[in-house]
């Protein structure tokens, strides 16, 4: 029960934040058909984030409930006023609710299900351990253990954390909020982002295809001599779009790849074994064996982590033909990284994605609607604070107020996860252009606007997080990208990726394109032939810039594992020909490299090409939208509207409803009145015109998700790894989210647009793949879920089938401890007692060094204090290869727990200011008990039990 209380108040802590928020959204995202309701909830705890913890970096708050409740405050009252200044001619929130109801409570039910389905969930394996959890612990605990901002890092101390670390500010915030301790904190955060992420899907889905069905109504106000009109559109709660967003909700979050379906067909020994050594896709390249002739269960009915696999499919070569060892590329797509239950940066960022995607729609529309006059500013317009425009701005095409939420959304994805930042913000930037090309009609000054834009967003976004960038140090460096001097990526790897989605987007070009008779083919091959051959000279230039520069050692060992015979470098910091030299000998090997496995490439470059065709044609068919010669109906009524002052009873509004030339359907009934339930009851055709309002934005997302997988076939960013690992990452898990919602409303769009029996089959055909892809892709939660529970809980049921008693469930991430070492527990708990006890900076606590992914830095991750040192490795990726402390410090610790000199004890205590020294079974293992032996001779005891001691260390105390 406590742990239902618990998840209760998350997620009413959630849905206080999201109203807080939704007057805010409700007026900048006006332009959505959902006017933001289903991105409410992140972009409340967004805006309450930012305000708490920008508060407590320049000290005006602390880093407390104080400082909580004063940072919902100020969202609450900016989210009132911009609602209260917005536009009289706006719907109020309670006329647009009582109109958008069903899509309302969709959304709600939504949230409200998948939150509830993945706390049970991480109920059934809670543990916070293994992977990069401990470090994830680490950075929650440390956030609400640091009296102000930035936070102190647990396992770097007397530094402040050098990483990507605003989401663990709002979990935080989320924990305080709902009066929830750090452990079921962790659970609860990891339900959240789920939900949200299924939440975001549903509601881009549900905006792009509620844009096909609408009226548009244009409203007089006569109570001035100066008859000034304005249209009013609205959109109908139509079935296909909650429909295919229910599936989104589905299909990005909690659907797997289809390494599923290989586990399940090789699990029962189905496949040759030729079959098998030829996918090559590592643990399952080995002949497949049946349970019958192995006569045990497959390894996906079983507590293994068989599932580990989904997230490493790509099965990476070098060019001499060895495999690479330990650091293959990480292609994780949210279900998996749902299952493993890490609270990473690029999980967090997940929702906020989805946010900053519907922010990017936003543009798209908001340039439209104005650009093609179909919005025309009366005077309370002009002087409302959402859309009054600067001269700055207005050149931009959308007000000032969506300006600055989008650099404050991007800011803030660079915050949660700044491998983000850059994507989302190609995502605006190629809404603001397609949406002015397609108003225009060219192209002309565009790139120079778009670039403009881009300038402006990024430094407005730097100035609002500038405490962060101040303080922030990445293991990124100069060149900053490398080559990929490796064998390309094999197309069936790639479609065991992204095979559910690229079904129905391959069907969905291939049909928009052979209906536009292929026009603009040239223009098509031509961009794609662009993009490739521009990656490629990239690729060959940055070899070269290696090879002729001071990091030569790279493309040196890779001649030498080639057998090139290269001339010995001529030393010396520069060596240009000799670069030449070298790339001219390893361009054989690449491009046959290259040519013997080209698909990949040739079929991304064939979905780029596909996609450019298309909207070249929708581009120059686009312009004007709706003719000026439109016949109109107008029926005018008075109207009290809610929210006018008292003086205004004789308003009279004149309703107007355009037929829209683009479409066969006669002119709607007009009601007698502007009366929502009316309006609502009106039946609106499915526009024709829809889709050069939606789909081009659709096909942006395809566009970007193409752009982000097929870069790193030819360069990636560097990092500490060397290897394009990270890239992959990063990049292919934006590419799933859009590319998922991309499919969904491809499929809505075949269906609304089949007009023969040719049509009707290609789409019957593309949604039975997509539905029979997704079906074993919704198998991988099902069996990875229940493998991971009897990994925790143990087996349901023993080989007969007679059940078992198991461990209980639970959200306390800690309970695995107090399972496992009781001792260890204690002392953790006591810790962290002490600390809640604590105010002002958190005492520091010493404890073993050693490895990371390991039991190492266990103390200072579970309590939040910091220690001297906890994994080297993650501090020199989080700060650089260069930085001198992690390599200064760990010897140091070795010798305050070996030397038996008290003095040089003394000494280095004072200088970490140690409050407490940890000595437990690893401390014991690792250095001995001889040198341990010195503490109990000389320090107090704090605390004690059979298998930990804690010493208290104060100044004095070996005098």
Avoid: C
């Avoid at 961009?527 to 002729?548: K, R």
């Avoid at 089959?761 to 793949?769: I, K, M």
């Amino acid at each position: 029960m406590t742990d239902v209380l618990a998840a209760v108040r998350w997620w009413a802590a959630l849905t206080l934040l999201g109203l807080a928020a939704l007057p805010l959204v409700y007026t900048l995202l006006r332009r959505l058909p959902d006017r933001g309701y289903a991105f409410a909830r992140p972009a409340g705890l967004l805006l309450a984030a930012y305000v708490f913890w920008l508060a407590g970096s320049l000290g005006f708050a602390g880093n407390d409930g104080g400082g909580i409740v004063l940072a919902i405050g100020i969202v609450a009252a900016l989210s009132w006023l911009a609602y209260r200044r917005r536009p009289d001619t706006d719907p109020s929130l309670r006329e647009w609710l009582r109109e958008n109801m069903t899509a309302a409570v969709a959304a709600e039910l939504l949230f409200l299900a998948i939150f509830a389905l993945w706390v049970w969930v991480r109920a059934q394996n809670p543990s916070i351990s293994a992977t990069e959890k401990p470090m994830e612990f680490a950075f929650l605990n440390g956030v609400g253990r640091s009296p102000a901002f930035p936070p102190l890092d647990p396992w770097l101390s007397g530094f402040a954390i050098s990483y990507y670390y605003f989401g663990y500010v709002m979990v935080s915030l989320l924990g305080r909020l709902s009066f929830v301790a750090e452990p079921q904190a962790f659970n609860l955060a990891i339900a959240w982002i789920v939900a949200g992420t299924a939440t975001g899907a549903f509601g881009v889905v549900y905006n792009l295809i509620s844009l096909r069905r609408h009226t548009t109504y244009e409203i007089r106000d006569t109570r001035s001599d100066r008859s000034e009109r304005v249209s009013r559109i609205s959109y109908v709660v139509s079935k296909p779009a909650l429909l295919w967003g229910l599936v989104a909700a589905l299909a990005v979050p909690l659907a797997g790849n289809q390494q599923m379906a290989l586990e399940l067909l090789h699990g029962n020994g189905v496949g040759s074994d030729g079959f098998w050594a030829w996918l090559d896709v590592r643990d399952v390249e080995d002949p497949a064996v049946s349970p019958a002739e192995d006569g045990a269960p497959p390894r996906y009915e079983t507590s293994a982590w068989w599932w580990w696999r989904t997230s490493r499919v790509i099965h990476e070569y070098h060019l001499s033909g060895r495999a690479e060892e330990g650091l293959e590329p990480i292609v994780e797509v949210p279900a998996f990284s749902f299952i493993l239950g890490d609270l990473h940066p690029h999980v967090l960022a997940l929702p906020f994605a989805f946010l900053a995607m519907a922010v990017a729609l936003a543009w798209w529309l908001e340039i439209r609607q104005i650009a093609n006059d179909e919005l025309r500013v009366t005077n309370e317009e002009r002087s409302s604070l959402v859309t009054r425009r600067s001269s700055f701005v207005t050149r931009f095409g959308a007000p000032l107020s969506l300006w600055l939420f989008t650099a404050v959304v991007l800011g803030g994805l660079s915050f949660l996860n700044t491998w983000d930042v850059g994507i989302y913000l190609f995502l605006v930037l190629g809404a603001f252009f397609l949406a002015h090309w397609f108003v225009a009609g060219t192209t002309r000054g565009l790139p120079g606007r778009t670039a403009l834009l881009a300038v402006s967003l990024v430094a407005a976004a730097v100035v609002l997080y500038l405490p962060f960038y101040l303080g922030f140090r990445s293991q990124a460096g100069a060149p900053f990208i490398l080559p990929f001097l490796m064998r390309p990526t094999r197309l069936v790897q790639y479609l065991i990726i992204f095979g559910l989605p690229l079904s129905a987007i391959t069907i969905l070009l291939v049909t928009l394109a052979a209906r536009q008779r292929f026009r603009h083919w040239r223009a098509g091959v031509g961009a794609a032939a662009a993009v490739v051959g521009g990656l490629l000279l990239i690729m060959l230039l940055w070899t070269w810039l290696l090879a002729a520069g001071p990091e030569n050692g790279r493309i040196l060992g890779l001649a030498n594992e080639l057998n090139l015979g290269l001339p010995p470098h001529p030393g010396g910091a520069i060596a240009p020909l000799w670069g030449l030299r070298a790339v001219g000998a390893l361009l054989p090997p690449l491009l046959a490299a290259r040519l013997g496995s080209p698909w990949l490439v040739l079929g991304l470059a064939g979905l780029l090409a596909l996609v450019v065709m298309v909207l070249r044609t929708w581009g120059e068919e686009e312009h004007p939208q709706i003719s000026r010669g439109t016949p109109i109906i107008e029926v005018e009524e008075g109207i009290q509207r809610e929210g006018t002052e008292p003086g205004f009873d004789s308003e009279r509004l004149l309703v107007t409803e355009h037929a829209r030339p683009d479409t066969d359907h006669p002119p709607l009934p007009t009601p007698h009145a502007f009366d929502v339930d009316a309006l609502a009851a009106v039946e609106v055709p499915v526009d024709a015109g829809w889709g050069t309002r939606a789909m081009p934005f659709v096909l942006l997302l395809v566009l970007t998700g193409l752009l982000l997988t097929l870069g790193p076939e030819f360069i990636y960013l560097r990092d500490n790894f060397g290897v394009r690992l990270n890239t992959t990452f990063k990049f292919y898990y934006q590419a799933w989210a859009m590319f998922g919602v991309a499919a969904v409303v491809g499929l809505d769009y075949l269906w609304a647009t089949r007009r023969s029996p040719a049509s009707r089959a290609v789409a019957a055909v593309a949604t039975a793949g997509y539905a029979a892809l997704l079906a074993v892709a919704l198998l991988f939660p099902v069996y990875a879920v229940r493998s991971r529970a009897a990994e925790y809980r143990g087996p349901a049921r023993a080989a007969d089938g007679t059940p078992l008693e198991r461990q209980p469930a639970t959200l306390d991430g800690l309970a695995w401890l107090a399972r496992f070492n009781p001792s260890e527990y204690e002392a953790i708990t006591w810790l962290r007692d002490q600390a809640a006890a604590t105010s002002g900076p958190p005492p520091v606590v010493l404890e073993a060094v050693g490895g990371q992914y390991s039991g190492y830095g266990r103390v200072s991750a579970n309590t939040g204090l910091p220690t001297i040192l906890g994994w080297p490795g993650h501090e020199w990726q989080w700060r650089g290869s260069d930085h001198p402390e992690p390599g200064r410090r760990e010897p140091l610790v070795e010798q305050i727990y070996t030397t038996r000199d008290l003095g040089v004890v003394g000494f280095l205590l004072d200088q970490f200011d140690v409050a407490y020294i940890y000595v437990g079974d690893l401390e014991r293992e690792q250095y001995g008990e001889a040198g341990l032996r010195k503490f109990a001779d000389a320090l107090e005891v704090a605390f004690a039990n059979d298998r930990v001691t804690i010493y208290r260390w104060q100044p004095v105390a070996l005098q």
